[in-house]
Structure formats: structure tokens, C-alpha cells
């Protein structure tokens, strides 16, 4: 007797029958650009297809992701201007602030998360405030990150996303929502987030690399898959109701030991970078379009539960 396991790969019904995993658009989460000067909007050159809206292209953007079935939106602000401090990042007429109320009085249904960090807000284009030295100054940065986490909380965000990689600060934006009675607001924390290469065409669009230094002193170093794990464990204690790992592609292994270890959902966040290259082979005609399917499931098949990427609408058009 010879043991065949192609007998069950032999016809579509049969390998269908017989899938493990499947990519639902209902756990896709598509990331918007949004701009405060009208002038700024348009198409990002290193991720075609991708557009930075105004506040209300992005409201027309959520409409069709709600009728496409992708449930929610990662926001992204670039504001008018820049100063040191990042201060029009906690303006509660900012341009984050405005999309969510816009968003939210369109589209009620449409689950809004919020990007919270200082990055596109300060000239400097760290993710937290300066010290006299240069060094981002940790404990200032989580004072002022749950101040902005109100605002957009006052503003009726669903979800915050703090992407500073900053320490204690779920802990603190956890604290300032409470007090200001914004309990059911969660926090989706960019737990594992590495100094990775791959956001270069996230710096373009949202206009957020550091003038001087790099982002090694607060992201983590990619080699490291137990400090994660700490990352994880430490945002969970502090009141994370979600935790992320981000890259996605170069770092499945990170989601998966994620996975392994803990029962809260995991994101992952496939960035920029992966979108670029995708979409670059494709469309030189060297790689075929289905390899946007195939990374899709692995995200699922490595253990994530939300996957944020900038195929959600494409994916979600073709698979309706
Ligand atoms: C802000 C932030 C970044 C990304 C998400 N939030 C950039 C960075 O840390 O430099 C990257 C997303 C992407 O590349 O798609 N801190």
C-alpha cells in the first residue's frame, strides 16, 4: 500500500475541502493616509495604488472599505506643519481628530484605529519629544502620548495604536482614557515593532524620517525574538487588549512564538516596505498577482488574527 496524500489536492472541491486556513476580509485592517493641506493629497510614488487623502477623501475611502467588507482603518496624520514638540499632534481639531469624528458620523459602523505616535508631528521626526541632549525622553513622551490619546479618544476613535515604542506607556494611555472616562476605548500596542528597513516608503508617504540618528534606541533589533516575547508580556500586564508585531514577512517567526505564548489577538503589520516590493515585481510582470494572496494566508497560517495591510481593499475587491 502506497500512502497518497494528493488524493485530497486532486480537485478544487476536494482541496478546499480539506484548507486549513482562510484570509476573511473582516480581519483585514487598511491603513490611511490622511493629509491637513488639500494640496498634499495624491498618489504616494513607492506604493502604487496608495493615495493620502483629505479628510474627506478618506470618508469616501471608508465608505467603499465598509462596502468592500474591510471593517476598519489605521489612521495616519500628516499635518500642515511640524514644530519640536509635535504639538498639533494633540490639537483636538487636528487632522487625525477630524478624520475620526468625519469617519465616524459617515460611516458608524467602520471601526476606527488610530496610529499614536509623534513621528509625523515633529520636525525632528522622532517618534517622542527631545531632551536638551537630543535623546528621546521616554517618561515625557508617555505624558504626552496619552494627552493625545484623549483627544482622539474625544473624537470617538475606537481603537489607539501607540507605534512609539516608548516603555510603560500602554500603561499610561490606559490610565488618562480611564480618568477621562473613555474605558471602552482599546489599545491595540505596536508591541514588537523592529528598527526595520522596510518602512522606507512609509517615510515618504507620512513625511516622517528622522532628520538626524536613527529609530534603534527605542525599536527593537531585529535578531531578537525572546525580548518580543518581554515587549508583549509587558504591554499585556499593562493593559494592551491587543499586541502587534510588525514587519510581517521577515519576522513570521516573531507572530507565531506570539502566538504560542499568549491568548490576546495578535496583529500583524505587514508595512510599506512589503507592499513596495510586492507591487514592484508585479507589476514588472516577475512576479504574478496571486503572491499577494499567498503572503496574505501565511500571516493567518503563522497565527495573527488581524492582519494590517495596504492590500486590504485590493484583496477584498477581488475576493468579494
Ligand atoms: C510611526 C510608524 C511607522 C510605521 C507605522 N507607524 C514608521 C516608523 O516607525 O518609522 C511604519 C508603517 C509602514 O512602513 O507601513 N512610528
Known amino acids: 500500500m502506497t500512502i497518497r496524500p494528493r488524493r485530497l489536492r486532486r480537485t478544487p472541491a476536494i482541496r478546499s475541502l480539506v484548507r486549513e486556513h482562510h484570509v476573511h476580509a473582516e480581519h483585514l485592517v487598511q491603513p490611511l493616509f490622511?493629509?491637513?493641506?488639500?494640496?498634499d493629497a495624491g498618489a504616494v510614488a513607492s506604493m502604487p495604488g496608495i493615495s493620502r487623502f483629505t479628510v474627506e477623501g478618506a470618508v469616501g475611502e471608508a465608505r467603499e472599505l465598509f462596502a468592500l467588507g474591510v471593517p476598519a482603518v489605521l489612521l495616519f496624520g500628516i499635518p500642515a506643519g511640524k514644530d519640536t514638540t509635535g504639538s498639533s499632534n494633540a490639537d483636538p481639531n487636528g487632522v487625525v481628530q477630524r478624520t475620526i469624528r468625519a469617519i465616524k458620523s459617515?460611516?458608524?459602523?467602520m471601526l476606527v484605529i488610530a496610529d499614536l505616535c509623534n513621528c509625523e508631528y515633529a520636525s525632528h521626526g522622532h517618534c517622542g519629544v527631545l531632551d536638551a541632549n537630543g535623546n528621546v525622553d521616554n517618561d515625557a513622551t508617555v505624558t504626552l502620548l496619552a494627552r493625545i490619546a484623549v483627544t482622539y479618544a474625544q473624537s470617538g476613535v475606537d481603537v489607539v495604536?501607540?507605534?512609539?515604542?516608548?516603555?510603560?506607556?500602554?500603561?499610561?494611555?490606559?490610565?488618562a482614557?480611564?480618568?477621562?472616562?473613555?474605558?471602552?476605548?482599546?489599545?491595540?500596542?505596536?508591541?514588537?515593532?523592529?528598527?526595520?528597513?522596510?518602512?522606507g516608503p512609509f517615510r515618504?508617504?507620512?513625511?516622517?524620517?528622522?532628520?538626524?540618528?536613527d529609530r534603534r534606541?527605542?525599536?527593537?533589533?531585529?535578531?531578537?525574538?525572546?525580548?518580543a516575547l518581554r515587549e508583549i508580556a509587558l504591554d499585556i500586564e499593562q493593559g494592551a487588549d491587543a499586541v502587534m508585531v510588525k514587519p510581517g514577512l521577515a519576522y513570521l517567526d516573531v507572530v507565531r512564538a506570539a502566538r504560542e505564548a499568549f491568548e490576546v489577538p495578535?496583529?500583524?503589520?505587514?508595512?510599506?516596505?512589503?507592499y513596495a516590493m510586492l507591487k514592484a515585481a508585479?507589476?514588472?510582470?516577475?512576479?504574478?498577482?496571486?503572491?499577494?494572496?499567498e503572503v496574505l494566508i501565511a500571516f493567518v497560517r503563522a497565527g495573527a488574527d488581524i492582519v494590517i495591510t495596504y492590500f486590504a481593499k485590493e484583496w477584498a475587491a477581488r475576493n468579494r
Not at 106 to 109: G, I, L
Open 217 to 227: 534606541g527605542y525599536q527593537m533589533d531585529p535578531p531578537n525574538v525572546r525580548e
Open 282 to 293: 508585479i507589476a514588472n510582470g516577475w512576479l504574478e498577482e496571486r503572491v499577494i494572496d
Open 177 to 199: 482614557l480611564d480618568a477621562h472616562g473613555f474605558d471602552a476605548v482599546a489599545i491595540l500596542a505596536y508591541s514588537a515593532k523592529y528598527a526595520s528597513a522596510f518602512y
Open 266 to 274: 495578535i496583529a500583524v503589520y505587514s508595512v510599506s516596505g512589503e
Open 161 to 175: 495604536a501607540p507605534s512609539d515604542m516608548m516603555d510603560g506607556r500602554v500603561e499610561a494611555i490606559r490610565s
Open 34 to 39: 490622511v493629509v491637513e493641506r488639500d494640496a
Open 106 to 109: 459617515a460611516v458608524p459602523d
Open 204 to 213: 515618504e508617504a507620512a513625511e516622517s524620517a528622522p532628520a538626524f540618528g
